[in-house]
């Protein structure tokens, strides 16, 4: 069994944004040279997160709009969690978008379907904040 | 350490359906002679998922209900991703229901719980989509 | 390959609980030997949860009301599910926070961000249930 580990790193310019990491993912598997196996992609902070859907802005915009209804980040107040901190719903949003992604590495590819991309989700952003990228197989 | 793919095809008769597909991924282990390692089972649309969780029509019937309350199908007009496309809230509620499940493979068995079944939850259907199903192990 | 497997036991003495099982999970690392791979932890109940976010009070204040907002226990019979059953909205509050965590491990240790730690989210308590934590590596 080979391993491959490596930390991406994101500092997004505004406190949530969504940015297609495909590229740099697929950068990670040809640099480990792992043909069959499983990789797994996540955020390593816990108001952020991974996922895959498409790349599509109108899509973005309503995923923003949803995540400010379902767990509004105002007023700050409304959460137990804000005193020190104000960013409770930045929680709650990477709770309903997932922490983490695996994805199947099949001849030396991840193994997608006709749209899929993974995504880094910031929900508490214009920080350094880092992703791993850790892949097994062989 | 050995790896098997599989891709299982779905094609449901209404736009939103839970499919339990548990036995077709019994079946890609058996067939795949794995008996120690793991199952990934992830849905290669974007407006599906795959999840895991109790085999009762009223539950179902209670996902229904409320996925619709969370992330309503209609207005069509009320998603910016809605222009060409219909499908926004599939995108939403697959995002809630989740990609994908890892499952432990112990003994050449789905390690499952008591109640633990797998489904496919199509939220834009009546067309033809891909589970794919990969395991790694010995 | 090597591969480990371990049932946890929880009995929470309330309906609803977070608890912590990061070291429960990191003395199955250092007994399982494993120094590279990936461990698995998922809740063996269909009305639990298994998610990583931060070890906070306050937050998880915040996350218990916000789940009774999205997916309310009561009245048990707004569900399909409620018959001989009262527990439809923990099925629906485990999808939400989900199933399972994969956590990269990396020269034998769990490959965290500074303020990872993994939680048992208990729905329906009050009863000896299980989780599985299920290590591959090497």
Redesign the interface.
Known sequence: ?K?F?KELFFCTSSRREFLCITPEVRRCLEESGIR???V?V?????TASV????N????H???ER?LEK??PEKPHSQ?????AEDN?DA??K???????????V?GGRL??????EIFYGEFDGMRRK?V?V?I???
Chains 1, 2, 3 share one sequence.
Not at 42 to 46: K, L
Not at 51 to 54: G, R
Not at 79 to 83: C, D, E, M, T
């Open positions: 069994m391993s580990c069959e196996g499983l797994l996540n955020a390593m902070h816990i996922f895959i859907n498409d599509e802005s109108g899509l915009a309503d995923f949803w379902l767990a959460y137990a969690h804000n005193g409770a929680h709650l990477r709770s309903v978008m997932g922490r983490e992604v695996v994805v199947a099949t193994d997608f379907g006709p749209w899929e880092r791993l850790k097994v197989g062989e």
